[in-house]
């Protein structure tokens, strides 16, 4: 079942990067008492992913926080140290990295994709939502292969 416009998040594991290393945190922690925007690429360092979704939300990240947004956040089907890596080649300081290592993020919300044609595995789908104390208010998902309703740009609008 994908999750929906008013459902809550499930409460699994993430880890995020920080300079001590790869840490621990539970989404339900992470998500409570705030206003979130989250967005899921397949994976770091990806053309899409790399030209143009992480930048975009870098480049509107003070038009966010604007707008009511407390934290931005990315997540992605990859290990702490490569989104570490990929937020430093970015500057993407203003964006906190989220992995889900082993999709159980992606398959509790119900949105995965197959990328074992591209040797990519299991991958968390292209999508944005916009989260306010562990409640989705927006969710946007992107057809295969489509790069428009998961951008910063059109989070803005819905803000």
Known sequence: MTISVGDKLPDVTLVKPTENGPEKIQSGEFFAGRKVALFSVPGAFTPTCSARHLPGYVEKADDL???????????????????????????????????????????????????????????????????????????????????????????????
């Open 65 to 159: 926080k604007a707008k009511g947004v407390d934290e931005i956040a990315c997540t992605a089907v990859n290990d702490a140290f490569v989104l570490s890596a990929w937020q430093g080649a970015n500057d993407a300081a203003s964006v906190t990295m989220l992995a889900d290592g082993n999709a159980d993020f992606a398959q509790a919300i119900g949105l995965t994709m197959d990328g074992s044609g591209f040797g990519m595995g299991q991958r968390g789908q292209r999508y944005s939502m916009i989260v306010e104390d562990g409640v989705v208010k927006e969710l946007n998902v992107e057809q295969p292969g489509d790069f428009s309703v998961s951008s910063a740009e059109h989070m803005l609008g819905q803000l």
